[in-house]
């Protein structure tokens, strides 16, 4: 294993792939980490307008990014990317950068609510042709 994209939406579930990441780099210490956080382009619904959260800057992004990993920073790659949706970006990324696998959590909500709201991870399993490497909150 050489490369591992790591995906993150800066919250307390994706630590769990920093997590994950550290203890791999002790088996493959020159393993290169890129962690990566998408930016997604939308067009904001006037409905919903007081629950979104403003779209960051690339800038903001990478700082917000660097926070969350704290000490851990030294040890990986921060990537930010701007898409349409989060799953093009991610296997954009993890493509251009040819990683040999992606690592992202899963809140493990099951299929009844992904039909409704999408999974970034199943949209990941589907479409990517990389290797996924997933858990889910149950496995944690």
Same mark, same amino acid.
């Given at each position: !294993?050489?490369?591992?994209?790591? %995906?993150?939406?800066? =919250?307390?579930?994706?630590?769990?792939?920093?997590?994950?990441?550290?203890?791999?780099?002790?088996? /493959?210490?020159? !393993?290169?980490?890129?962690? #990566?956080?998408?930016? $997604?382009?939308? #067009?904001?619904?006037?409905? /919903?307008? +007081? /629950?979104? *959260?403003?779209?960051? &800057?690339?800038?903001?992004?990478?700082?917000?990014?660097?926070?969350?990993? @704290? $000490?851990?920073?030294?040890?990986?790659?921060?990537?930010? %990317?701007?898409?349409?949706?989060? +799953?093009? @970006?991610?296997?954009?990324?993890?493509? *251009?950068?040819?990683?040999?696998?992606?690592?992202?959590?899963? +809140?493990?909500? @099951?299929? #009844?609510? =992904?039909?409704?709201? @999408? =999974?970034? &991870?199943?949209?990941?399993?589907? *479409?990517?042709?990389?290797?996924?490497?997933?858990?889910?909150?149950? &496995?944690?």
């Amino acid at each position: !294993m050489n490369k591992l994209l790591v %995906t993150t939406d800066l =919250s307390d579930l994706s630590r769990t792939g920093i997590s994950h990441a550290k203890q791999l780099l002790k088996q /493959y210490p020159k !393993m290169e980490v890129i962690v #990566l956080f998408v930016i $997604e382009k939308h #067009l904001p619904n006037p409905l /919903y307008a +007081h /629950y979104e *959260k403003p779209i960051p &800057t690339r800038d903001e992004a990478m700082q917000q990014l660097i926070e969350f990993l @704290g $000490e851990d920073a030294v040890l990986f790659t921060p990537k930010i %990317t701007i898409a349409e949706n989060i +799953h093009e @970006g991610i296997i954009a990324v993890a493509k *251009k950068l040819k990683v040999d696998f992606i690592r992202i959590a899963s +809140h493990g909500y @099951g299929s #009844l609510k =992904s039909f409704f709201i @999408g =999974s970034t &991870t199943q949209k990941l399993i589907e *479409k990517c042709p990389i290797p996924i490497i997933t858990n889910s909150v149950a &496995t944690i």
